[in-house]
């Protein structure tokens, strides 16, 4: 019967307003992990972007210097 007095009542309602509060902490709480995590994600990936192009292009490269190197050698070859 306490419950359904306006002292119960008000109390019950400050319970839930409590609950609602702490919820909302909560989710904030797990928002601010969460750009943090996709920060981390975004840089990971980023650097691992870098380093693709980086590696292709080094790839690229040394296609180049082998491709003018048999070159070189088949005009050695060549002119015997």
Do not use: N, W
């Amino acid at each position: 019967m306490e419950e359904d007095s306006f002292p119960g009542q008000f109390k019950k309602l400050e319970d839930r307003i409590e609950a609602l509060i702490q919820t909302c902490s909560d989710f904030q709480q797990t928002k601010s992990e969460l750009k943090a995590k996709i920060h981390d994600l975004e840089g990971a990936l980023k650097a691992k972007a870098d380093a693709e192009q980086e590696y292709v292009e080094e790839k690229s490269m040394v296609r180049s210097k082998i491709d003018d190197l048999l070159s070189r050698l088949d005009q050695v070859v060549g002119s015997k």
